[in-house]
């Protein structure tokens, strides 16, 4: 059974950075690609950022130029490094594969952009 373990959420300022981290334990990471997906409050989960088996990239539009998706294949970890956070940035977010999502979602780590 996959267990995906989302960390680093926290309380930052319009204009800050947080650094995501998900590990997946128990799966065949480096052959997935993963995503990060994020749900604010009252909304449905949405797709934020791909990283294919490769390295390729890609993101919602609303992050781009402000969002950077990684992966360490040794670690089985993917990160989200979030620059220039916004308010509208606000939500709880989860990592599982992608574009299909094939893991059971872990428990998220919410990320509040407030002043």
């Known amino acids: 059974q996959v267990q995906l373990v989302e960390s680093g959420g926290g309380l930052v300022q319009p204009g800050g950075s947080l650094r995501l981290s998900c590990t997946a334990s128990g799966s065949n990471f480096r052959t997935n690609a993963m995503g990060w997906y994020r749900q604010a409050p009252g909304k449905q989960r949405e797709w934020v950022a791909g990283?294919?088996?490769?390295?390729?990239?890609n993101y919602v539009d609303s992050v781009k130029g402000r969002f950077t998706i990684s992966r360490d294949n040794a670690l089985n970890t993917v990160y989200l490094q979030m620059n220039s956070l916004k308010p509208e940035d606000t939500a709880a977010y989860y990592c599982?594969?992608?574009?299909?999502?094939?893991?059971?979602w872990g428990q998220g780590t919410l990320v509040t952009v407030s002043s």
């Open positions: 599982n594969t992608f574009p299909r999502t094939l893991y059971t």
């Open positions: 990283i294919m088996v490769g390295g390729f990239t």
